[in-house]
């Protein structure tokens, strides 16, 4: 029977090396012993006992999957995982999917178990520092329970680069100066130093953020399981911690029905001094509104902005996502087609007076997001408080309305968008022009329909414009 | 005052906060130069024994506070000691527990002294300091106060990974009665800035703002919220501002506590329970109103609500293993979304049965109820039977 020697615990190239050559020869798992050199070398590896020819190439997950395996303390593992190479080399495709088969099952289960250890060395490795001829060294003592020392120490590395460090264990041990990564045999607890000054702040930092009205050992120990206690300078603080949680919990509900109750302060909300104008007064009240529920989910109210002598008044439908969270209209995905088809039509947005017909956002949340939802028509109507405020303060020459929505909060009844579109509309004071509103051209999946629209937009404002230029002369509409 | 007992005091101000993630930033590492390194995951490295990880060393600046929040510690009419670190101090702690491969970086937080924008401003130096003096590649979270100067909060991002502002209770009625000073709409107000900050920073060349995103905490069963009112703050928050996290703390005794908040702690189990819903809500697809939608405002406590949902929607189940989607799946009690993605995984190479799922370490007591597999198929048992026959968690301390 074949018997394959390796040259130490984690002997990868070897295994690599061997598991190639047997599974070249046609040599079955079951007739290979597998071993580790009793005096461990860390530097030679024996030469693959069979040799043959042909193509060997492994899949890459089982690869990954056998570097991590290699690690578990299990002597069985190099069986097992040569098991696993044989199938793979034998064409069965698709192995590692086979999560239920048994011998890929306990693949995983060593990883699992090699990935845990590992985890838990980056967690619970403590330094200690020694002064050594004025150069400050790191030493650490940890008792892994697989062979994890070898493909762990770059993790220290990467983050102790300037430092330099020795994680010493029982069967390896690693040193990093700085500059280069070096391995040694292992070594023993008593071959590193004891804690320093700081292992007693962090036992004192340990026990203070320790809640004891909220003792739960049992979570607590399946995560920091006791093996590791006496290693790990704040576990010392362990046993008194739990030992008086239940007096110190006592002690604080003593107090607290002792105590006196006391006057609650209503918030002291200074109110700002009022603004001059008036419409900058309502813009100031409509923060607190609340005249139909739609404040409640939102972040904020988002009111009308421009100059209060615009000639044009620009209508939307509410704010969107963006708006809410940026408490300004017009300033998303939808406001940067506006100002792009402003542009093109000749109209100056800063010139214009913004607003929206509904104040607040109206959503659904989903998950990570919030989807837009129509305001209904009790909420367009409480909201036109506002919007008539801001209608007479600006009394613009032409007001533009953007959707259905807009159309209905100006004109007070149903509109049919596509019907009335781009016509001068008689308002109680000056000229109203329906269109879309630019989200529309947004949900468009067509990039031909999205352009012929955006012509008929541009159309509509440029007819505003027009109107606009007709009723700022001398003689005025109506 | 000595270091170490600032220490005790400034830690012991601190625990009151759940949050501990270090996770989910962008990848450092110290190897051309400064120290530290983040690598996606976060690292517990240790566990207190009220089983709460410890990742970052987690503080105040000073736990002096001119607000006065009646569930806190740290509030102005509380007589506990107050100390205050030098911005020195908390940044050779950070870095001498660093080195010693403690903790993962640093959460600080701060009592408000004179202003908001003063507090803010200690704050940020202290990370500055790590970043800059000391090339700090560790994880930084910082808490920030409503309303800062913008110019803080841009510097606040750039140095931390993680920033965070805590609601504490879900409705401005339950702020008034126990926060009076805290503003909900300007809590709201500053997540939104927050955003839109973040989702900038992640732009190409954009300057970096908090990568690890915001997180924030509501104090459970100090005021009468129910766990509907909760979650419907939690989905709402979720959505509004892309949080990270909403963590969720179970009020627990202060010492000199006033007589207004309840005398003693909410249970736990009525935290635990809100996180597993938490978790329903964001990767298993469930709506909030699913979750609530009994005649009870409050999770039942006695099991947990993915049975719960389940017990009352029987004619859901069961479940074939072998053809249902992956939306279903993940609707069966006892199936996480580890292993439904195994499930998927391995019922393409055979037909799964009752051993395969064990093998897929799922409890078969749990789950074997609600499922059919190519050797079972569970016998009807009405609600009320089957949730007395099942295997639950009743204690946390099992
Ligand atoms: S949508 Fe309009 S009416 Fe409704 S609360 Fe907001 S501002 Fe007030
Ligand atoms: S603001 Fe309120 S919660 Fe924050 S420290 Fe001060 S009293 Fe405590």
């Not at chain 1, 199938?87 to 590692?96: E, I, K, P, T, Y």
């Not at chain 1, 203070?208 to 704040?234: D, Q």
Request: hydrophobic share 45%; with cysteine.
């Amino acid at each position: 029977m074949p018997g394959v020697v390796l040259a130490h615990e984690v002997d990868w190239e070897g295994f690599r090396a061997a598991a190639r050559a047997l599974a070249l020869g046609g040599i079955p798992p079951d007739s290979v012993v597998w071993s580790v050199r009793a005096i461990d070398d860390l530097f030679g590896s024996e030469a693959p006992p069979v040799s043959g020819e042909g193509a060997f190439r492994l899949p890459r997950a089982l690869v990954s999957l056998a570097e991590t395996v290699i690690q578990a303390s299990d002597p069985q593992r190099f069986a097992l995982l040569y098991g696993l190479v044989w199938r793979a080399f034998q064409g069965d495709r698709h192995l590692l999917e086979q999560i239920t088969d048994p011998l890929v099952d306990r693949a995983n289960r060593l990883a699992q178990a090699v990935r845990r250890d590992t985890h838990k060395m980056r967690a619970f490795v403590r330094f200690r520092v020694v002064n050594d001829g004025g150069e400050a060294r790191h030493i650490a003592w940890f008792e892994p329970s697989h062979f994890i020392v070898e493909a762990n120490a770059s993790f220290f590395v990467r983050r102790f680069a300037g430092m330099t460090w020795s994680i010493l264990t029982p069967y390896r041990s690693a040193h990093w100066d700085g500059a280069e990564l070096a391995f040694t045999p292992g070594a023993s607890r008593g071959d590193v130093p004891d804690d320093d000054r700081l292992a007693e702040y962090w036992r004192v930092y340990f026990s203070a953020i320790f809640n004891p009205a909220r003792l739960k050992i049992g979570a607590m120990t399946s995560e920091m399981p006791r093996k590791y206690w006496k290693n790990l300078p704040e576990a010392a603080a362990i046993p008194e911690l739990i030992a008086k949680a239940a007096s110190r919990t006592e002690a604080m509900e003593q107090q607290t029905a002792l105590s006196a109750p006391r006057p609650v302060l209503r918030r002291a909300r200074a109110p700002a001094a009022l603004p001059n104008s008036d419409l900058a007064r309502a813009r100031a009240e409509a923060v607190q509104c609340r005249r139909c529920p739609l404040w409640g989910p939102a972040t904020q109210t988002v009111f009308g902005e421009g100059p209060a002598d615009a000639a044009i008044m620009l209508v939307g439908e509410q704010p969107g996502d963006h708006e809410d969270l940026a408490g300004r209209a017009f300033v998303g995905p939808a406001g940067q087609l506006l100002d792009r088809a402003l542009k093109e039509a000749g109209l100056d947005r800063a010139a214009l007076y913004v607003t929206n017909a509904v104040k607040h956002f109206k959503f659904a949340p989903r998950g990570k997001r919030r989807i837009h939802v129509r305001p209904e028509t009790g909420e367009i109507e409480a909201c036109r408080f506002w919007l008539e405020i801001e209608r007479a303060h600006v009394a613009p020459a032409v007001t533009i309305m953007l959707g259905a929505t807009a159309g209905q909060a100006v004109l007070g009844r149903t509109v049919a968008v596509q019907k009335d579109r781009g016509v001068p509309l008689p308002l109680a004071s000056g000229w109203g022009v329906l269109t879309v509103h630019p989200a529309f051209l947004l949900r468009l999946p067509d990039q031909e329909a999205r352009a012929r629209e955006y012509e008929l937009f541009l159309r509509d404002l440029t007819a505003a414009r027009t109107l606009a230029e007709a009723a700022t002369r001398p003689i005025s509409p109506s | 005052m000595e270091l170490l007992d600032k220490l005790a005091i400034l830690a012991d101000a601190a625990k009151y906060d759940a949050s501990c993630a270090s996770s989910a930033t962008d990848r450092r590492d110290s190897l051309k130069g400064g120290i530290g390194s983040t690598e996606g995951s976060g690292i517990c490295h240790a566990y207190a024994p009220d089983g709460r990880c410890i990742s970052l060393l987690k503080i105040l600046l000073t736990n002096a506070c001119m607000y006065d929040c009646l569930y806190c510690i740290n509030r102005r009419s509380s007589n506990v000691q107050r100390a205050r670190f030098t911005a020195q101090e908390v940044v050779e702690l950070t870095l001498g527990f660093y080195r010693r491969n403690c903790i993962e970086g640093l959460f600080l937080s701060s009592g408000i002294i004179r202003t908001p924008d003063y507090t803010m401003e200690q704050v940020v130096e202290v990370a500055r300091s790590l970043r800059e003096d000391h090339g700090f590649r560790g994880y930084i979270h910082l808490k920030t106060i409503p309303d800062a100067d913008p110019a803080l909060m841009a510097l606040a991002g750039r140095y931390a990974d993680r920033l965070s502002i805590n609601v504490e209770l879900p409705s401005q009625e339950g702020l008034d009665a126990f926060a009076p000073e805290k503003d909900l709409p300007g809590i709201r107000r500053s997540m939104a800035r927050l955003r839109l900050r973040i989702e900038e920073g992640r732009e190409k060349g954009a300057p970096r703002f908090a990568p690890a995103g915001q997180s924030t905490q509501m104090i459970v069963g100090a005021d009468a919220s129910t766990d509907r009112q909760i979650l419907g703050a939690s989905t709402n928050l979720y959505s509004s501002y892309g949080l990270k996290r909403v963590y969720y703390s179970a009020f627990s005794p202060i010492p000199h506590a006033s007589s207004a908040l309840p005398p003693r702690a909410a249970p736990l189990l009525r935290e635990h329970r809100l996180y597993q819903a938490d978790w329903l809500l964001r990767f298993y697809g469930f709506a909030e109103e699913e979750i609530t939608t009994g005649d009870d405002d409050n999770l039942a406590l006695d099991m947990d609500p993915k049975l719960a949902w389940a017990l009352a929607h029987r004619a859901a189940f069961p479940v074939d293993v072998n053809t249902a989607p992956r939306e279903t799946l993940l609707r069966v009690p006892g199936m996480g979304v580890k292993s439904v993605g195994r499930l998927l995984v391995a019922r393409r190479h055979r037909r799964l049965r009752l051993d395969d799922l064990a093998r897929l370490r799922l409890s078969l007591p749990k789950v074997s109820p609600f499922v059919v597999t190519a050797d079972h198929r569970p016998r009807f048992v009405d609600s009320p039977r089957l949730a007395t026959a099942l295997p639950r968690q009743l204690s946390l301390f099992a």
